[in-house]
């Protein structure tokens, strides 16, 4: 359709649905929370039904009953009754809605309009970025993609809620995880004892992972993901920066069969090897598990393939290898504002995906032979700010060529809803593979 054929057009909107649902409202207040789930007030195409509305969310707010009396007097102290058609239109909400039984139905349906204007209103913007050539495509993109996806959560609403239904909803929460038959409220990352002091990796989270080169960053990342995927079916994405998707696929079923990694690169299997990769392959065969292996991928690139994860597989948290690969769009600023661009840009992916991101991170060289800390995160001390949980590697550089277990801690450093300590494991060299191990035995 040409825009010459849209000109003119009234956008979409029921305006007897919006009356059905305030005037439903009026017969029966209790039905506030379930017209929450779905509508705010600019969802309304009409200013008046608008106002209304705010009226009725600010009464809802106080604690108190909406009635006709109650929300004229609320709209008169505001100075928007007769901005609305005075006692007149309100009182006549009522006749256009012989009962509030439907106010779910009238309710979506002006949640559907409004959505379809938002389209328009998206699609409009869009075209107008398009035809400016200042701005470079993939800005417009990223941008795009970031107004379409919030088109999808259609449930989002903004709303004030008062400190009865605060604490009401968290009891409820609470309920939930007492009822709850897994042992953790996120998700479990497969050590005990990390998993038990965080409870497994929450939503909306940001998780950093650091170590020096060659200690086992992406070991332990894949370790984790192996278990969410493999064992707890469990979506996961898998965004490689450094490894292909074959190294990636290697290490997986070397860890799985427990088949020396080097055989991999050889071929050079024992009979009875090649039946314990082939029973490995057939369990992560069927694995959620999504993997995209672009080296230097720019930052606007990153968000997107992020998005259509979610989007395409439901994906319940991502894993980023590493987070010092990842481009920034201004190569010109000093690379400690684009490492803090990125960590900015990572913790606020992970509020609008609702899903823990797992950013693995390199840290300073004058840590070798210590216990990393907080302040050997490399290039940017946005990372620490940014991320609500920080985990370091810290083991031994011992060339382990007869394939000997090491000893190895993880050091959770920052935890901003729980306690930090150490976690105890052992590494696998020959499988890159990190194991939980008892305290006794460390």
Request: proline share 2%; aromatic share 4%; glycine share 2%.
């Given at each position: 359709m040409s825009d010459a054929s849209l000109k003119g057009k009234v956008p979409p909107h029921h305006l007897e649905a919006e009356q059905a649902v305030l005037g439903a409202l009026l017969l029966d207040w209790d039905a506030v929370t379930t017209t929450l789930s779905y509508l705010r007030p600019d969802r309304f195409y009409s200013i008046q039904n608008q106002i209304i509305f705010e009226a009725m969310l600010s009464l809802s707010s106080k604690g108190q009953h909406g009635d006709i009396l109650s929300i004229t007097e609320e709209l008169r102290s505001t100075g928007k009754l007769d901005q609305v058609g005075g006692v007149a239109y309100i009182s006549s909400l009522t006749d256009t809605v012989p009962t509030s039984a439907n106010i779910e139905y009238y309710a979506k349906i002006v949640r559907d309009r409004s959505v379809r204007r938002d389209?328009?209103?998206?699609?409009?913007?869009?075209?107008?970025?398009?035809?400016?050539?200042?701005?470079?495509?993939?800005?417009?993109?990223?941008?795009?993609?970031?107004?379409?996806?919030?088109l999808t959560d259609l449930n989002q609403t903004i709303e004030i809620v008062n400190v009865k239904r605060l604490i009401n909803d968290t009891i409820e929460v609470i309920e939930g995880y007492c009822k709850n038959n897994n042992d953790y409220t996120g998700i479990p990352s497969g050590y005990t004892r990390l998993d038990s002091?965080?409870?497994?990796?929450?939503?909306?989270?940001l998780i950093i992972i650091g170590a020096r080169p060659s200690m086992g960053k992406t070991a332990i990342a894949l370790n984790m993901a192996r278990y969410m995927a493999v064992e707890k079916h469990i979506p996961v994405g898998f965004l490689s920066l450094e490894m292909t998707y074959q190294q990636i696929g290697q290490r997986l079923l070397s860890q799985e069969s427990r088949i020396d990694g080097k055989k991999f690169r050889s071929g050079m299997f024992q009979t009875n090897e090649i039946s314990k990769m082939q029973e490995a392959a057939g369990r992560i065969y069927d694995a959620p598990f999504y993997i995209v292996d672009t080296p230097n991928m720019k930052l606007l690139d990153l968000r997107a393939m992020a998005r259509r994860m979610k989007t395409l597989h439901d994906v319940e948290i991502i894993f980023i290898d590493y987070i010092g690969l990842i481009s920034s769009e201004n190569v010109n600023i000093p690379r400690h504002e684009q490492i803090a661009e990125v960590s900015r840009s990572l913790k606020s992916l992970a509020r609008e995906l609702k899903i823990p991101i797992v950013a693995l991170s390199q840290v300073k060289r004058d840590s070798e032979g210590r216990e990393p800390n907080l302040a050997d995160l490399r290039e940017s001390g946005s990372i620490e700010q940014d991320a609500d949980v920080v985990m370091f590697i810290h083991?031994?550089?011992?060339?382990?060529?007869?394939?000997?277990?090491?000893?190895?801690?993880l050091l959770l450093s920052k935890q901003r809803n729980g306690p930090t300590g150490v976690i105890n494991l052992l590494f696998l060299p020959q499988y890159a593979k990190f194991e939980n191990i008892t305290e006794d035995k460390f």
């Open positions: 389209l328009i209103k998206t699609a409009s913007q869009i075209i107008a970025d398009s035809h400016d050539e200042t701005v470079d495509s993939r800005s417009i993109l990223e941008e795009a993609q970031k107004k379409i996806f919030s002091m965080t409870s497994g990796f929450q939503k909306s989270e083991r031994e550089r011992v060339s382990s060529e007869n394939n000997e277990p090491i000893k190895s801690k």
